[in-house]
């Protein structure tokens, strides 16, 4: 059972910047398709980043120049760098796993880290 733990929530003020962490376990036999979603209150759920096991990213038009994404060279940790935020970028955010092994996919989430900007 995979288990995804973020951390690096927190406040910061418009134009800021903070670091959201993943890290989680992982098996050599699977591959794992690694995003960011985040959900504001009265809005749905939306993906804001994805880091595919090939390396390859996308980000929403939404952040796409003001967050980065990275990992660690043991592939086990995923960062989001999240750069000039802004109020709109409030939100619970999650971080999912899409873990591929063999025929069978799994969707993993975290618990969840609040990002405050004002």
């Known amino acids: 059972q995979v288990q995804l733990v973020e951390s690096g929530g927190g406040s910061a003020q418009a134009g800021g910047s903070l670091r959201l962490s993943c890290t989680g376990t992982?098996?050599?036999?699977?591959?794992?398709?690694m995003s960011w979603y985040r959900e504001a209150p009265g809005k749905e759920r939306e993906e804001v980043a994805r880091l595919d096991d090939d390396g390859s990213t996308e980000y929403a038009d939404s952040v796409q120049g003001r967050f980065t994404l990275s990992e660690d060279n043991n592939k086990k940790t995923m960062y989001l760098q999240m750069d000039n935020l802004k109020p709109e970028d409030t939100a619970m955010y999650y971080c999912?796993?899409?873990?591929?092994?063999?025929?069978?996919?799994?969707?993993?989430w975290g618990q969840g880290t609040q990002v405050t900007v004002s």
């Open positions: 992982k098996y050599n036999y699977c591959s794992y398709d």
């Open positions: 999912m796993a899409v873990e591929i092994c063999g025929i069978d996919r799994y969707n993993h």
